[in-house]
């Protein structure tokens, strides 16, 4: 089934540790994003990228980067894990980004929790 | 500041109808969004709208007033499937996407 996949599904990790969440989708979209969700928040944009070799700062990028080497693949990497960093992330693309983008797509989500 | 506003939690009966309210303060707007998102589920796209009115799909209605900064979600016929938080996101004026807290959707037999 083509789709979003996001690695792992669930981490525990000790603070000042380095931990990349992985990304990969098959449906050849352009743009691809990493949401964080935490409890009653909204969804908060963390990265994303318009097209393969570009990226772009959201709302909420500190302690985090990320790379789109490929159209497919769009890691994001806590350089230095801390405890305000647990959370549930997603993963979403959609065909385009900025003024032609439609529908999200998310992957089923990463709970990271960081002790 | 950006603000998208929306019920925390609602309550409603199986085969009953439920209007979930979204209103919005951004920075410009290009169109409105609706997820269903099931509990540690991924969120799933609802619908669409970037003009006033109503636009029907199925059992879900959604519609927007640009002039009133407001928008709502329409379910009729409940079922106990739908028991799910719904989320409005707006995009703004640099085709971002401002999102709501979601709105958790209880439903009782």
């Known amino acids: ?115 | 500041g950006q603000n998208i506003d929306q019920p925390t939690e609602m309550t409603a009966t199986e085969g009953a109808i439920v209007q979930i309210n979204c209103t919005y303060q951004t920075s410009g707007f290009n169109g409105l969004f609706w997820y269903q998102q099931h509990a540690g589920e991924a969120p799933t796209f609802l619908s669409y709208n970037v003009l006033d009115g109503l636009e029907e799909k199925g059992r879900f209605s959604s519609f927007l007033s640009r002039s009133k900064g407001y928008s709502y979600l329409l379910l009729k016929e409940l079922q106990m499937k739908d028991s799910a938080s719904y989320l409005c996101a707006v995009r703004d004026m640099n085709y971002q996407l401002i999102w709501g807290a979601g709105t958790k959707l209880i439903i009782k037999p």
């Open chain 1, 1 to 115: 089934i083509a789709g979003i996949t996001q690695a792992p599904t669930s981490q525990i990790l000790a603070a000042g540790r380095r931990m990349t969440l992985r990304c990969t989708q098959d449906m050849r979209h352009n743009a691809m994003y990493w949401y964080r969700q935490d409890l009653g928040l909204g969804l908060r944009l963390i990265h994303y990228s318009n097209t393969a070799g570009t990226t772009g700062k959201g709302e909420v990028p500190d302690g985090y980067s990320v790379s789109r080497a490929n159209t497919d693949d769009f890691p994001l990497t806590l350089a230095s894990a801390v405890p305000s960093q647990t959370s549930v992330y997603f993963c979403a693309s959609s065909e385009s980004g900025g003024a032609s983008g439609g529908e999200l797509f998310f992957g089923e989500g990463s709970r990271l929790t960081v002790l």
